[in-house]
């Protein structure tokens, strides 16, 4: 069973820095598609950055509302994918979700349904 624990979200001000970590387990680290997405009251849900690792190579596609701020890592050893957030704007206040792709490698494929339960991110002016 794919699980998700997502940690790290606060309060935080504007211009800050923020890390989001999510613990993975029920899956094969080796070869998985993991994607930050967010979700604002009134506003809908918005993937922020998408991990795609493979044994044929690895990639990383971002929100363009979050390019060159945010950064999706990986860390093998402990299961965990991180989201990385510097120069945080009160735009970014949202709750963050970790999820699973359980589709194919291919973006046209991708189909994500298994989620965390959320971290609360807010920022403030």
Partial sequence: EVQLVESGGGLVQAGG?????????????D?????WFRQAPGKEREGVGIS??????????YADSVKGRFTVTNDHA???????MTSLK??????Y?????????NPTNWYFASWG?????IVSS
């Fill in 117 to 121: 339960q959320g971290t609360q991110v």
């Fill in 90 to 95: 009160p735009q970014d206040t949202a709750v």
């Fill in 97 to 105: 979700y970790c999820v699973k792709n359980s589709g194919g490698p």
């Fill in 78 to 84: 402990k299961n965990t994918v991180y989201l990385e």
């Fill in 17 to 29: 820095s923020l890390r989001l970590s999510c613990a993975a387990s029920g899956f094969n680290f």
């Fill in 31 to 35: 070869d998985y598609t993991i994607g």
């Fill in 52 to 61: 795609c690792i493979s044994n044929v190579d690895d990639r990383t596609y």
